[in-house]
């Protein structure tokens, strides 16, 4: 099993699209083997699936995540564990544990139902009342 989960100075990173570096956890036998961290190299959005396919990753710890994302996470068989916030270590220990605190309906809710998450809160921003530095509606809350 391979976990990555969204990055940022030890903690889960709050907006999937925006990150940028995964924490990456080998499993075997329910422990932790190697981890490792990954910077994205400027990948967004859906890219990100992607990016964490070529990484041999099957499972995602986020915050918050727009429709698209889910969708091409679920395109390449990835689970997905959204709306996780605090200490990145400490939430794969306990997605391994089975007491992962998460939520499996977790979207961004500035983000357009069909999932078109550019122009929203991709790099142009041009309305930060929507998406600005806090990123309301990404936290899974």
Do not use: W
């Amino acid at each position: 099993m391979k976990i990555a989960v969204t990055y940022e100075n030890g903690t889960i990173f709050q907006h999937f699209g925006h990150t940028e570096q995964f924490k990456l956890y080998e499993v075997e036998d329910g422990n932790i083997r190697k981890e490792e961290v990954v910077d994205t190299n400027g990948s967004g959005h859906g890219a990100l699936a992607g990016f964490l396919e070529g990484h041999q990753v099957d499972t995602l710890i986020c915050g918050g995540i727009g429709g698209g994302a889910r969708d091409a996470l679920a395109a390449v068989g990835i689970r997905l564990y959204g709306g996780v916030t605090g200490d990145a270590d400490q939430a794969v220990k306990a997605l391994l544990a089975g007491t992962l605190d998460y939520n499996p309906d977790t979207r961004c809710s500035h983000h357009d139902q069909e999932g078109h998450e550019h122009g929203r809160c991709g790099e142009h921003h041009h309305e930060h009342s929507q998406c600005g530095e806090h990123h309301h509606g990404c936290h899974g809350h």
